[in-house]
């Protein structure tokens, strides 16, 4: 007779401060994914800086399962009293509730705060009973949610292996889409030139030129390069972006959170940075404008940029070309650039599905979002077509 293995015994905590967790603790779970945005370093800048905070409307809620003393499951979550900072709109659904008499928010999310990247999931432990976590993980929101009152349960950008688990313990998928580019086996830009017709091809190295014209050059900053002073020049130039576009500039970060990057964070980020023409970092010179990027393995990932003057074409430039650059001379595989659509697509970026998942606990939006959500997915999937049909790339000519 073969003896029963012992009942592991598994404890639930629920924190509201990141660094309640020891951060190798926190980071043993979160380096081995692909995504930056869930390591310790990050998340705890959100919050010191007071960024990602309850004054806010980001209220750290994050769950923790432990075995003994020893941290085997997180979920970095957030209790929201509004929908800004997360670029899936759900802004009609809040609209129903509200003509429904029912109670919208908060409600219970969890994604990298102000950051639509794919990758979102519980961080598991390697070696550990991945679904037992992750049950013991949705019981314990779904108690949480009920002693609460809370409407619902959202993760946003989820990472798509962990999707499949989420639906089959009740989940359900509404289809997105991002812009990303993938290197095809390029070895240089010229070669990504070369995947665009004639026109665009001619448009992309006009667009290029008219930056030297200016008398500019773009010089990518990484490692030791990096420095606090660098750091908080990003955010003037962050809000300065923000504040052009008024109430829809979203400025959510703080000067602090930028300047907190400094020097832990440093490994991961990338500046693409305008000087001009010359030898700027032996005159010490500080950037006319720059791009702020972030590195994991073979992913980048725009974030944010800003000038101090208009310059043709340089955004696309600092945002699109010298990032795109810089990953084929670094073997990089993939390039999220960031929200926004407008003037990627012209750029090579198709569109890339990506998911967010939902629970709804109040029973008529749960009907609701049950119903129409298979049709709404189908709308989703042939915008997708629509828009990679129209891709000004050789391989989207219909002729």
Known sequence: MTPRRPQLQYAVTWIRHIDEVPQTAWDALALPLTTPF???TWLHTLEGSGSAVANAGWLPNHLTVWRDRTLVGAAPLYLKSHSY???????????????????YYPKLLGMAPFTPAEGYRFLIAPG???????EIMVQAIDEFCDRNQISGCHFLYVDPQWRSVMQSLGYLPWLHHSYIWQNQGYQS???YLGAFRANQRRNIKRERKSVEKAGLQLVPLTGDAITRRLCSRMYDFYSDTCDKFGWWGSKYLTRRFFEQLYPHY??????FAAYEAGDPIA???MPLAMSFCLVKGDRLYGRYWGCLEDYNHLHFNACYYCPIEWAIEQGLRWFDPGAGGRHKKRRGFPATPNTSLHRFYEPRLHTLLNTYIE???AMEAEEIDAINRDLPLKQSDNA
């Open 189 to 191: 830009f010229d070669d």
């Open 128 to 134: 550990e009973d991945e679904f037992t976590i992750t």
């Open 38 to 40: 869930f390591e310790w």
């Open 85 to 103: 900072g997360e670029f899936v709109f759900d802004y009609q659904w809040a609209d129903l509730a509200h003509r429904l008499g029912v109670r």
């Open 283 to 285: 005159l010490q010179q």
């Open 375 to 377: 049709e709404v997915n």
């Open 266 to 271: 440093c490994h991961r980020i990338v500046f």
